[in-house]
């Protein structure tokens, strides 16, 4: 076990020896591998946390909120909302400047990051 949140995981990934965590705590976490120790809370959502992805330092989320979010880990002050949808977010993926999210309003969106 390399760490909990206060309720039940929803969503994990992983990237090298990154770990990030989406629960119903509404809370994004990110897990360090390599040093147990070294965990954080990067964000919340106003509601349950249901898919995170990660790619390099940049973190996107999805949720019960409907809002697709973004996480800078190496500059906390890029962390914004990239857009939303109009039911509960079920899946993020992000590669390179793009963001794709499926909603359970039965949508696919593409965010631009630039």
Sequence with gaps: ???RH???????????STVVSGSQDKTVRVWDLDNPNNTREIGRHDDSVMTVCIEGNQVISGG??????????SNSNNNREIGRHDAVIL???IEGNRVVSGSFDGT????DLI
């Excluded at 206060?6 to 992983?14: E, G, K, L």
């Excluded at 019960?64 to 880990?73: A, I, M, Q, T, Y």
């Excluded at 696919?108 to 965010?111: A, G, L, P, S």
């Design 108 to 111: 696919i969106r593409v965010w």
């Design 64 to 73: 019960h909120d409907r809002v697709v979010r973004l996480w800078d880990l």
């Design 6 to 16: 206060s309720h039940f995981v929803i969503s994990v990934c992983i990237e090298g």
């Design 1 to 3: 076990i390399i760490g």
């Design 91 to 93: 899946s993020v993926c």
